[in-house]
């Protein structure tokens, strides 16, 4: 097949966005286009394999047998989230094994709110809660970015997280109609994730090296500051109707815009856990790579399968 010239290419691709049309696997784009999805997928697919261990943490210590069913299920679904990404990252032509090569050697980033310890069960419901919800304000924008695939992994991932968020609300909602020790747990809880959550947005718009380009690109379709706001309005009346404060002495209702203000975010926290510096960092990715090393011979013996299972269909077609 004869290929398009960069600049037929170039104009297809201008088209497209200017469309807001989807870019597939076989259009050409611009290295740069390409370059970043696969920082920003890899990134997001890190994250959700990554993000598995705060909550795994406390599978054997879950309180009743269907909450801990239910964490089960969700840590399982982060894996898969996992997966998805990886594989929708994989069509720009990179692989997973590379990718994971990157995490493992520090050269690629995932999500800054995973470094942060889970100390009590009312951390299951903050991270559903805050942690999800936060995940989802993003991910329904990005359900729309211009690239197929990644927008097509949102949709699915999106669904799951819905559920995700509803049963660390649904923890949340238990511990707060329970004992005062119990409401105590939960308020140290949300004091405790609620500016890191804030942070997963990323920094502000003014710091942001990515966003202006991003969005030329339709990769991103709001700055970081855009959708922070948006899940702040909603999270605080929710925080409120668990009879919950959240841990901001500045914040304020504005009328006019219908707006929650908040106070200053620590960034010199949040650039600190992002340098690899947070309260888990070092654990978190020894804990990854110790995992990647032991189950080697499960890997091993899936190949050995697949390899195995093609040649008996083709000696089965010989
Ligand atoms: N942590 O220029 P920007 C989940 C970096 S999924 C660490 O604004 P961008 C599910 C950024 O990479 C959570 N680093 O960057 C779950 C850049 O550095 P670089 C993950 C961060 O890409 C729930 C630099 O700062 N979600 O939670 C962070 O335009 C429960 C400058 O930043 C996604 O990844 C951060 N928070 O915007 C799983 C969503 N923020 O790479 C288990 C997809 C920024 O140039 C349990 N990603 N940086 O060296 C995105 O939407 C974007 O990548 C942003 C950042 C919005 C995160």
């Known amino acids: 097949m004869k290929r398009q010239s960069d600049e037929a290419g170039a104009a297809q691709f201008a088209a497209t966005l200017a469309a807001d049309e989807k870019i597939e696997p076989r259009d050409w784009i611009p290295e740069g286009y390409r370059q970043t999805l696969i920082r920003q997928m890899a990134q997001h697919a890190h994250s959700e394999v990554i993000g598995m261990q705060p909550e795994g943490n406390w599978i054997t210590r879950a309180p009743t047998l269907q909450r801990k069913a239910i964490l089960i299920a969700k840590v399982q679904d982060e894996a898969g989230h996992g997966l998805y990404l990886y594989s929708a990252a994989e069509t720009l032509g990179t692989s997973r094994d590379e990718l994971v090569d990157l995490l493992h050697k520090g050269k690629q980033k995932y999500s800054s709110i995973f470094n942060y310890p889970t100390l009590s069960w009312a951390d299951m419901g903050a991270i559903g809660w805050l942690v999800d919800s936060a995940a989802i304000v993003n991910q329904i924008a990005l359900q729309r970015t211009s690239y197929g695939p990644y927008a097509r992994a ?63 690109w339709k990769i991103k379709l709001y700055t970081n500051d855009e959708l922070r706001q948006e899940f702040i309005n ?10 919950a404060t ?73």
């Open 234 to 243: 909603q999270t605080v009346p929710q925080a409120h109707y668990l009879g």
């Open 154 to 216: 949102m949709v699915r991932i999106c669904k799951e997280e819905s559920f995700h968020a509803r049963q660390g609300y649904s923890i949340m909602m238990a511990l707060s109609k329970g004992t005062d020790v119990q409401r105590e747990m939960m308020q140290d809880a949300i004091d405790r994730w609620w500016w890191p959550s804030l942070m997963m947005f990323g920094p502000p718009d003014a710091e942001s090296t990515n966003t202006a380009q991003s969005m030329e």
């Open 246 to 318: 959240v841990p901001d002495p500045d914040l304020t209702f504005d009328e006019e815009s219908g707006n929650w203000n908040i106070g200053a975010i620590d960034w010199d926290e949040f650039w600190a856990v992002v340098k690899g510096n947070g309260p888990l960092n070092r654990q978190r990715i020894a804990h990854k790579l110790k995992a990647w090393e032991e189950n080697a011979w499960v890997r091993e013996a899936a190949s050995a399968y697949a390899a195995k299972r093609s040649r008996d269909r083709i000696e089965a077609t010989a």
